[in-house]
């Protein structure tokens, strides 16, 4: 049995350990994606009949298909969960950069055309055995800034964006990033 003073040390740290494995905190990083959080915004969908049904939400309406790929009809003018995800991630990316550039004092570019995230969101794995997960190739395109500043920004943007925050440590993301 262990001694009394080997114990003490350990129990001492057992909140931090516990915690940390929790999600609630790690190397000084807070973690909002608890239930304590300030909600800044809700977003609500409703989907109906899986893969081949629809999504309704507050200012959204969809079908879904099932993708060719995985032996579906992949209806024309209708999405995917992968399209839908890899369309959030894009965009919530892009704010982030916009975000994490201003903060930084590097003027991002004005005009939609000149700043591009193209995702390509990948289902992997097996579908016979239920075992499947997702990846995401990310290519950045940036105008009028220099590859040192678009790392910069890039590199922050991994750090702030929610979604890069939700899939770290358990979704792939590869990014490319290329000067127009």
Known sequence: MASLRAVQPLARRAPALF???????????????????????SAHAKVV?????????????????????????GDKGKTNPEELFAAGYGACFQSAMNASAASLGIRMPTTPEDSIVENTV????DMKNLDMGIRVDMKIKIRGLDKADIDKV???AKEVCPYSRATRGNVTTNIAVEQM
């Open 122 to 125: 990948h289902l992997v794995g």
């Open 49 to 73: 009949g899986a893969r081949t049904g629809h999504v309704e939400g507050d200012d959204l309406k969809v079908g879904l298909t099932m993708s060719k790929a995985l032996g579906g009809t």
């Open 19 to 41: 915690a940390s494995r929790a999600g609630i905190q790690s190397a000084g990083r807070r973690f909002l994606n608890t239930d304590s959080a300030p909600v800044l915004y």
């Open 154 to 156: 890039v590199e922050k």
